[in-house]
T-cell receptor
Framework: GNSVTQMEGPVTLSEEAFLTINCTYT??????LFWYVQYPGEGLQLLLK?????DKGSNKGFEATYRKETTSFHLEKGSVQVSDSAVYFC?????????????FGKGTHLIIQP | DTAVSQTPKYLVTQMGNDKSIKCEQN?????MYWYKQDSKKFLKIMFS???????INETVPNRFSPKSPDKAHLNLHINSLELGDSAVYFC???????????FGPGTRLTVT
């Protein structure tokens, strides 16, 4: 079955540091890949997505590239802010058709210190 | 305007009770979902539903049942609540299958 593995936190960085959160996946076919963010006490918000190999998703300074050869979708940001503190989830949706739900990684808690 | 809404936001109840959580989306999506987030923040799909099929995660106890009165609503009914049902439950929706999903704010269920 499908699975997503992401680095477990918490990850603590200083403001303006470079961020990488690793994500790798196992899936059949050609899944779509997503990063979601969950701020404290809130629901999940879609941060970015990529639907095919070599696509780059980007939003709010965050980027991730769909690498089929390494089955990865690492999240990066050049300069983090305190307001980026949240839990980040890597996820994929199946490509086999049917109303599949998303398969999530376990989430990475990011803490940005001023 | 809230795209995906859930009620209630908090639900505290005793073991053995039956409860429902409501979900509504105003995005015109045709597929809706329920997820469970445990205390370690792990998210797992429980159900996905469109007007053609209901897909049930095989690990979900049959005490949980989704009910969809129309395309914009997918409610979650839970019978005989147990302590282990305590979690945050998220509703989500998408256009078609396999695309990005939009999540509601969550319902924190506490069973005592």
């Amino acid at each position: 079955g499908n699975s997503v593995t992401q680095m477990e936190g918490p990850v603590t960085l200083s403001e303006e540091a470079f961020l990488t959160i690793n994500c790798t996946y196992t899936a059949t076919g050609y899944p779509s890949l997503f990063w979601y963010v969950q701020y404290p006490g809130e629901g999940l918000q879609l941060l970015l997505k990529a639907t095919k190999a070599d696509d780059k998703g980007s939003n709010k300074g965050f980027e991730a590239t769909y690498r089929k050869e390494t089955t990865s979708f690492h999240l990066e940001k050049g300069s983090v802010q305190v307001s980026d503190s949240a839990v980040y989830f890597c996820a994929l949706s199946g490509s086999g058709g049917g109303a599949d739900g998303l398969t999530f990684g376990k989430g990475t808690h990011l803490i940005i210190q001023p | 305007d809230t795209a995906v809404s859930q009620t209630p936001k908090y639900l505290v109840t005793q073991m053995g009770n039956d409860k429902s959580i409501k979900c509504e989306q105003n995005l015109g999506h045709d597929t809706m979902y329920w997820y469970k987030q445990d205390s370690k923040k792990f998210l797992k799909i429980m159900f996905s539903y469109n007007n053609k099929e209901l897909i049930i995660n095989e690990t979900v106890p049959n005490r949980f049942s989704p009910k969809s009165p129309d395309k914009a609503h997918l409610n979650l009914h839970i019978n005989s609540l147990e302590l282990g049902d305590s979690a945050v439950y998220f509703c989500a929706s998408s256009r078609g299958q396999g695309g990005e999903q939009y999540f509601g704010p969550g319902t924190r269920l506490t069973v005592t």
